[in-house]
């Protein structure tokens, strides 16, 4: 199964390396590992997927929380909160299919964030599934290119 | 006041209580070892970096303080890294500085450069590269704080030369620390406490597994109160042996791979296990399938990692050892008498007992540690290399005190040994301090000689000299048919005579009857070390043995 961990961490040179070592020598997978600079300039807060079971997930984040520059590491896979990732798609686009594209572009409410004579750049905002499905409805069109961000995540209300 | 990064740097030493620190100069040092030269910090010159690395580790282990190592940049610094992968592995106190190149050179591949921080980052507690001079004061104190608190383990600062060189108007304010993410560890949950109460209260054959961590908590004497309470049988690690008196008739012995039959049995039997201070290394449990098939099981440790890493425990106990046991055994119905449990365990004492066969037409090396053990009285630091003889010690020496057998547990670093005696006879000049080593081992960091004949160190080298690998004959012969791939060591130097080229004495030892007045006359000898070259028997084994990944009560050896 695959957990969020919201991790809150020390904004060093250093510490993402820190992590990034943890998860590999300890053999656990990272699905995504996004990182960025919060509202205090001193602290950096990580969205990390894992996949794993949940002793493999009590393994991570009591590891993590060795970490001397770890403070704190929320699983926020069961709590209620909000995740976004955003995904830029480069697809052909012969002027014939425009049209078809812009639509699908409407409905998912992404934008076109830039055109070419054959192809066009789409941006995204939204959960997993979303991108997801975006990307198969572009499939037929022919994607280029696609990038994904990772999830950032944040739990709902006062709480943090 | 106008002071220089070393400055800082000496003042951070002595803040810390550091009185003598094992390095190695070079290039990258050089302000630092200016600063040295005039300093009252007493230095220990090794003769590789690797020494300096356990000799410091081995200066913790036997005072319970920091160890101190300094190494310059580049292969110096790298030199160290078996050292603090050792001291990692065994949660050792250690801080390692290494220089470095200056700060505009870092990252363009120059001389001497290596990227310490980097490669030791799975391998040490914490680290840091000090880029500005200000960091400094701050850093030094927090590398102490963090490699003696919680669970222990050792800490690298690498030092860039023009930061040590620089200077600053330095303001003797209180230093500030900055972990917020680092929080002391100390009381436990209190109802877990009254739940591993109540379960010691009701088990009729419970047991407790000891390990290290029982010594860095200095809690000896809870666990020997804790057991004598209630007449509680003790097993312990590699690592836990002197944690529970030797001589104790509680104590069954170590388990695992080279435990005794009692220790293992017990195991097995019991309905009880009161794991302390441990971390069911995979040469303690063998199969973790049926490890303690019986069982519940009470894990008390300081690192929530790990519990639950290996073995799933019933009753879970994050906290500092001796605080916990502190907790638990005011709340504990003490026990006298003896049950049948007690009567099983006396039964397989008496049935499987440590033997090997006495021979009088060779030595065996299980005799020669019988015999140090004697003469000695039980009083000696016992360091040992990695391999059989270490193993024949832990079984055959009798460890009454925590802090007295120093050995490389969970890295198992062939060449501990001789630095790490280096280490502990700096530690306490006054202890007889003794290196029992292999053949092979010995020669991995025999330039520590060196170190020990300028110091004036009566360490006492004695080799169980049988011309081979012997642990990994061992494992050629019982599971790959007798196949001795490269482990014939017979090409070897005179040891006697190298000793002697040190400046140390040499001895040489062919008969048991020899053993005792070589020993004797080795412990009057107080201004140099000595090495006795013990030729034992070739392909003597230890045992009992499980095999890797077998069950605790499946042991391979005489009678077993």
Redesign the interface.
Same mark, same amino acid.
């Given at each position: 199964m695959k957990h969020t961990l919201s991790v809150t *961490?020390?904004n060093h040179p250093?510490v993402l %390396?820190?992590v990034a %070592? =943890?998860f590999r020598?300890r053999g656990y997978n990272i699905d995504s590992l996004t990182v960025g600079r919060t509202e205090d300039p001193a602290i950096s807060r990580m969205t990390i997927v894992v996949d794993g079971d949940e002793?493999i997930l009590?393994?991570v984040t009591?590891?993590l929380? #060795? =970490?001397?520059? *770890?403070? #704190?590491i929320l699983d926020i896979t069961s709590e209620p909160s909000v995740d976004r990732e955003l995904a830029l798609f480069k697809v052909k686009s012969d002027p014939q299919v425009r049209g078809e594209i812009m639509q699908i572009v409407d409905i998912f409410r992404a934008h076109i964030v830039d055109i070419g004579r054959k192809s066009l750049v789409i941006e995204v905002t939204g959960d997993e599934s979303k991108i997801s499905a975006l990307e198969d409805s572009l499939r037929a069109f022919g994607i280029i290119e696609m990038v994904r961000t990772g999830k950032v995540a944040m739990i709902r209300g006062y709480k943090g | 006041m106008r002071l220089t990064g070393t400055d800082i740097f000496i003042k951070g030493l002595k803040n810390e209580g550091v009185d003598v620190i094992f390095g190695y100069p070079g290039g990258g040092v050089l302000p630092i070892y200016d600063g040295l030269y005039a300093s009252d910090i007493r230095h220990i010159l090794v003769r590789h970096e690797q020494g300096a690395a356990h000799a410091a580790d081995a200066y913790a282990r036997v005072t319970g303080k920091v160890g101190v190592c300094l190494a310059t940049s580049g292969p110096g610094a790298t030199n160290l890294v078996t050292g603090i992968a050792n001291a990692y592995m065994d949660s050792i106190p250690m801080v390692a500085f290494t220089g470095q190149v200056t700060i505009p050179l870092i990252g363009r591949d120059a001389f001497q450069e290596a990227d310490i921080t980097g490669i030791t980052l799975p391998i040490t507690k914490h680290n840091y590269l000090v880029k500005n001079i200000r960091d400094l004061p701050r850093i030094i104190k927090e590398a102490f704080f963090i490699a003696r608190t919680n669970r222990p383990g050792p800490v690298v600062v690498d030092l860039p030369k023009d930061v040590m060189a620089q200077e600053i108007d330095f303001l003797d304010d209180e230093i500030e620390m900055s972990l917020r993410g680092y929080r002391i560890l100390k009381s436990a949950n209190t109802g877990q406490v009254l739940a591993a109460a109540k379960a010691i209260d009701e088990a009729a054959r419970p047991l407790i597994y000891a390990g290290g961590g029982v010594i860095s908590s200095e809690a000896s004497s809870e666990l020997t109160e804790l057991a004598g309470k209630m007449q509680i049988p003790v097993v312990t690690t590699l690592m836990g042996l002197g944690c529970f008196p030797g001589t104790n008739p509680l104590f069954l012995g170590m388990l695992g791979m080279h435990g005794t039959g009692a220790a293992n049995y017990a195991v097995s039997e019991c309905d009880l296990l009161i794991a302390i201070g441990v971390r069911f290394d995979d040469r303690v449990t063998g199969n973790l399938n049926t490890f303690a098939p019986h069982a519940r099981v009470i894990h008390i440790d300081i690192d929530a990692a790990e519990i639950g890493k290996n073995v799933g425990p019933h009753i879970p106990i994050v906290g500092d050892v001796k605080q916990v046991l502190s907790e638990v055994i005011p709340r504990l119905k003490e026990r006298g008498g003896q049950t049948s449990w007690h009567e099983q365990l006396r039964s397989w004492k008496e049935n499987y007992p440590l033997g090997y066969e006495s021979r009088e037409d060779c030595l065996m090396p299980q005799f020669v540690i019988e015999k140090i053990y004697e003469i000695t009285e039980g009083k000696a630091i016992i360091t040992t290399e990695v391999g059989q003889h270490q193993m024949w010690t832990a079984q055959y020496y009798k460890f009454d005190k925590p802090r007295t057998f120093v050995t490389s547990g969970g890295l198992g670093t062939m060449g501990f040994g001789l630095p790490a005696a280096v280490g502990a006879q700096v530690a306490c000049p006054e202890a007889t301090v003794i290196d029992i080593a292999g053949d092979g081992s010995i020669q991995m960091n025999i330039q520590e000689m060196c170190t020990a004949v300028e110091q004036k160190l009566p360490i006492i080298i004695c080799i169980m000299n049988n011309r081979y690998l012997g642990m990994v004959r061992q494992w050629q012969e019982l599971f790959y048919d007798r196949r001795y791939s490269f482990v014939d060591i017979e090409h070897q130097p005179d040891f006697v005579k190298l000793a002697e080229a040190y400046g140390a004495v040499g001895m040489r030892v062919a008969k048991p009857s020899e053993v005792e007045p070589a020993l004797r006359k080795a412990m009057e000898i107080k201004d140099r070390p000595t090495m006795i070259d013990f030729r034992v028997e070739r392909e003597a084994n230890v045992y009992p043995m499980v095999p890797p990944g077998g069950s605790l009560n499946a042991m391979l050896g005489e009678g077993m």
């Open positions: *961490v020390d250093g %390396t820190r %070592t =943890l020598r002793s009590e393994q009591k590891q929380h #060795k =970490l001397i520059e *770890v403070y #704190k | -």
